[in-house]
C-alpha cells in the first residue's frame, strides 16, 4: 500500500466512524479510529496485533502519537463498533451501491493443516480432494469490486452462501458462476430482482416431469443462442482473485496467527479494504 492508498484508507476509516453511533456512556482515551487504523497498518504490513502495539514499527505514513496496551488493542478490536466500522470502510470504498451491468459469483478456498486446533476450520471439497479450512464467497463486479462477500468454513453450502449474497446485491443485469451454482433457487433468486443467472447446464436441461425453474429455462434457451460467448466473461473473476494476491499486503495464504472464525473474516475483510483502496487509486490514475 503506497502513501496515496494508506491516505484513502485512513480517510474512509474517519467518515465512517462518524456515521457509526458511539457505545457505552465512556468515552475511551483511544478512540475507534485509532484502533481499526492500527489493525488495518497490521494486516497491510502482514504482521500479529502485537506487532500494531510496538511504536517502532510506525513510519511517517502513520505514525500515532500514544498506542494503547497490547491487550487493550487487541481487546477493541473485537468490539461491535470496530467491526462495524471495518464493515463500512468495505462497503465505500468497493461502491456496493454502484450498480453494474455483469456480475460475478464465485469462491477461494483458504486451506490451514490439516492437524489445526482452530475449532472452527472445517474440512471441505478443494481443487484435487479435501482439505481445512475456510472459504471467501465473493460477489464481484465486471470492474473488479468485490461488492459483497462472506467468509464461512469450508463445508458451509456454498449455494446456500449465494443465496445470502445474491439477496444483498440485488443484481439487475447478468450474474455469471461457475456449474456449481447451477440450482433452481439460485436461478429464481436471481430473477426476483430483475435479474439474469448463467451458469454451465446439461444438455438434458428442461426435460423431465418435474416443475423446473422459470429463469433457469431461460438460461437454457440463452446457451442455445449466445450464451457460451456471453459466458467467456466469468474468467473475470479468476484475474480478480489473482489481482487480490498479487501486491504486497494482498490477500495471500493465512498466516499462523489468524485462526478461527471471527479472526479470519476480519483479517480477509480489511485485505478486501486494502484491495479496493489500490483500485481506487488505479481509477482514478486512468
Known sequence: MSSHEWQQVYQAIRDVSKTVPKMGRKRPVYD????????????????????????????????????????????????????AILQGVHERLARVDEPTDVSFLDGRPFTVGPYTSDPDAATGRVSGGFAKGYKLHAFAANDGRITHFRVEPLNVNEKKVARSLIGEARPEGLVLADAGYDAGELYDRVSEFGGQLLTPLPKNVGGGHRPQSRARLQAASLWRSHGETLYRQRSAIE?????????????????????????????IGTKLVIYHARLAIRRRAA
Open 32 to 83: 475507534d479510529v485509532l484502533i481499526v487504523a492500527m489493525y488495518v497498518w497490521a494486516v497491510w504490513h502482514d504482521r500479529p496485533l502485537c506487532w500494531a502495539a510496538d511504536r517502532r514499527n510506525y513510519t511517517t505514513v502513520f505514525r500515532p502519537r500514544e498506542l494503547p496496551s497490547r491487550s487493550q488493542f487487541c481487546r477493541r478490536i473485537k468490539t461491535a463498533r470496530c467491526e
Open 239 to 267: 484475474r480478480f482473485f489473482s489481482q487480490l494476491s498479487s501486491f504486497g499486503g494482498g490477500l495471500a495464504p493465512l498466516p499462523a496467527w489468524v485462526r478461527t472464525l471471527p479472526r479470519v473474516r476480519r483479517w
